[in-house]
Structure formats: structure tokens, C-alpha cells
């Protein structure tokens, strides 16, 4: 094994990078959660929460991850035997059907190449057709984290409303909230799912559910079996400060500060921030003479970028010669892309010299492969850092 000197760079599309200020809070004694200082510190959360989510509406904070929240959004929403709509956009839109199938749903899932997002049109077909209303909800991974492929959620609701369809519409947000522009309210959203350790910059361990009204009220007469995930005493708890179960009280001091980070910054810039990185990656990537898995300029994530790898080159190598040589982690291909793709995270505590230092890597390390990476690819996203 190779001793290396320096920094780790972790370039995963999640878990992130979670900044020094972020450690240092989370290292902080821990305080008693039925006490006045804790309840303050749940009421602050919440608000600095809102404006990430986009929404002036309850946020349920579980300490789990992102599957969980999954999960809280489908048991309080839908009861056994209800039909959802699901769509095949990559591996954990997949894991999100093959969950409500678990839960016994009737999750139907509709066919997908993992290089293009929901397509409205299809969503319009369907509820369109379904004049009975049998599908009670809508499940869409905004920004799919094994593809780099983000799906368009204001156009899927207005397809939805076209349709004049009753369903919720129920979004994971897992590697996009944080880093790319997100609107519960004004999107029209039922429930947002979302984690800790991606654009929040947090560790895993922290997961949330954005709450509409509309949903609210399926709650209340939702049959599946949700305790632990039950939103009714996580709500009302929160009125007061508290939590019906023991909170993550470090990781929320964490969540503290890295909301403070976020709105320091400025959403806005956060979310140009990323949308760049995104463009410099994929002027590299052109300029190697490879292809981005995305196929929809449209769709462009700016989380994360999925790259092809060239017929007969084994992708996971390539990520094993990187790691090897520069100490780099990469994003593996998942599922039906295993060994084709690797992903290039570029989200969350994340600057100009990190996404140099990261491209420099990637290229050095295709070379070292076999591929032909045309040396020029660097400079092709520096002109655009530069540019900016």
C-alpha cells in the first residue's frame, strides 16, 4: 500500500468534504435535549432550514439517512395496496420502487436509459389516462446521484396539473438540496426527502422530510405503519423545541453551522457556485474525448458529473489508479453502470483549487490507464474558471 503525504481528496459525490468549522461544532459538548438551550437550538434550525428547502411549511428532522426519509414520506403519506408512480432514472430511483414494493405498494415504474430524467410528457400520459386516479403519488429523485442526471420537477408538476391529477408529488433531494436551486412551495412539492452528508455538508446521520399541507392531510388518513417515522409527534414536539425521540444533538450543531455557512454565502451564489464547477467539468471532459453519461443538456447536474469511460476500459480501474497514485476517491458506477462510468463529485465545501486539483487527478490517472485523455482538458475548465 502506498503512505501518501497531504490530504485525502475525497471526490465522491457523497458523503462531502465537511468543513473544519462544521468539526469543530459538531465537537462540542453535548447539552441536555429537554433543555431550554436545546429547544432554542431546534427553533433556530428549523427557520435556517426553510430557505434550502424553499418552503415556509414544517420540516421533520430524523436522525437517519436519506433511506429513512425515504421511507417517512411513503408510510405517512400512502396506505397498502395504493398505486405510485415511479420512474427508472438511475440506480437509487430504483431502490426508491423497489422500497414501496417492500412496503406493499403497488409501485409502477416506468422504463429509463439512466441517462435522461422523468420525462413530463410520459407523467402527463399517465395520469392523463388514469381517469379513475388510482396513482396516489409521484416519486422523483430530482438530481440522481449514480447518473448526474437532474430531472426537471417544475415541468413534472405542471404535468401533473395539466392532467388535473390529484397525486402527491414526492421528490428525494438527497444530492441536490444545498448545492442546486430547489422550491417546495413554489414547485408545488408534497414531500421532499433529503440527507445530511451531501450539499449540507454534514456527515451521514441527519434526514428530512419537507411537509406540504396537502400532504399533511393524506397523513391523516394514510394505513401504512409508521412509528418511529410518524410526523404527528415529531411536529408537535417541535412547537416547543423537543423531539419525541433522542435527537443527534451533535450532528444538529453541526447543521447549525453549516446552515450559517450556506446563507453567508448566499443561496443564490451557492447554487451559481456549482452550476460552474459543473460547466469546468464537463469542458474537461469534452476535451479528454470522453462523454458525460448526461444526455440532456437540460438535465445537467450540478452535483456531480458522470463520465464514460471508452469501450474496453474498465472504469473501476481507472478509479483503483487514481486512488492509488493521488490518493483521490472517486464515484464507481452503479448498478447497470458498474465498470462504465466514474463520478466526479463537486458539490458542497468545494473551490476554484479543488476542482483543479481534482480534474488534474482524473486526468493524470486516465492516462496512466491506457486513455488517450488529450492533456488539454484541464485547461479547458480552467478557461472557464477563469472566465467566470
Not at 421511507?71 to 405517512?76: I, P, S
Not at 442546486?180 to 421532499?192: A, K, Q, S
Not at 453549516?258 to 460552474?276: D, K
Request: a negative charge; aromatic letters at 6%; hydrophobic letters at 45%.
Amino acid at each position: 500500500m502506498t503512505i501518501h503525504s497531504g490530504r485525502h481528496f475525497l471526490q465522491i459525490p457523497g458523503p462531502t468534504n465537511v468543513p473544519e468549522q462544521v468539526l469543530r461544532a459538531i465537537a462540542a459538548p453535548a447539552i441536555d435535549h429537554r433543555g431550554p438551550e436545546f429547544a432554542a437550538l431546534t427553533r433556530r434550525l428549523l427557520e435556517a432550514l426553510k430557505p434550502v428547502f424553499g418552503t415556509g411549511g414544517p420540516i421533520v428532522i430524523y436522525p437517519a439517512s436519506g433511506t429513512g426519509a425515504w421511507e417517512a414520506a411513503l408510510v405517512n403519506t400512502l396506505s397498502p395496496g395504493d398505486r405510485v408512480l415511479c420512474f427508472e432514472t438511475g440506480h437509487f430511483a430504483t431502490l426508491w420502487r423497489e422500497m414501496a414494493q417492500g412496503l406493499g405498494l403497488d409501485a409502477e415504474c416506468l422504463p429509463g436509459d439512466w441517462r435522461h430524467g422523468v420525462d413530463p410528457a410520459a407523467v402527463a400520459d399517465v395520469l392523463g389516462a388514469d381517469r379513475a386516479h388510482t396513482v396516489k403519488a409521484v416519486c422523483v429523485v430530482h438530481n440522481e446521484t449514480s447518473t448526474g442526471v437532474t430531472s426537471r420537477v417544475p415541468d413534472i408538476r405542471r404535468a401533473i396539473d395539466e392532467a388535473a391529477h390529484p397525486a402527491l408529488l414526492l421528490v428525494d433531494t438527497v444530492s441536490s438540496l444545498g448545492s442546486l436551486d430547489y422550491r417546495h412551495d413554489e414547485w408545488g412539492v408534497d414531500v421532499t426527502v433529503a440527507g445530511s452528508q451531501k450539499g449540507l455538508m454534514l456527515p451521514p446521520g441527519l434526514s428530512f422530510n419537507a411537509v406540504s399541507d396537502k400532504a399533511l392531510r393524506a397523513s391523516r388518513t394514510a394505513r401504512l405503519s409508521a412509528s418511529y417515522w410518524d410526523w404527528a409527534p415529531v411536529i408537535a414536539a417541535n412547537e416547543s423545541g423537543f423531539f419525541p425521540h433522542t435527537p443527534a444533538t451533535n450532528l444538529l450543531y453541526g447543521l447549525e453551522e453549516a446552515l450559517r455557512m450556506l446563507h453567508a454565502e448566499g443561496l443564490p451564489a451557492v447554487f451559481a457556485r456549482h452550476a460552474r464547477y459543473a460547466r469546468a467539468t464537463r469542458a474537461a471532459v469534452r476535451a479528454w474525448g470522453l462523454e458525460v453519461l448526461c444526455a440532456d443538456e437540460r438535465e445537467y447536474s450540478g452535483s456531480l458529473t458522470a463520465v464514460l469511460t471508452p469501450p474496453g476500459v474498465d472504469a473501476d480501474a481507472v478509479r483503483e489508479t487514481v486512488l492509488e497514485r493521488f490518493d483521490m476517491s472517486l464515484g464507481a458506477g452503479l448498478g447497470r453502470l458498474a465498470g462504465r462510468v466514474f463520478r466526479i463529485g463537486h458539490l458542497g465545501h468545494f473551490n476554484d483549487l479543488t476542482l483543479a486539483g481534482t480534474l488534474a487527478g482524473v486526468q493524470m490517472g486516465l492516462q496512466l490507464s491506457g486513455v488517450a485523455a488529450d492533456p488539454r482538458g484541464v485547461n479547458a475548465a480552467l478557461d472557464v474558471l477563469r472566465s467566470a
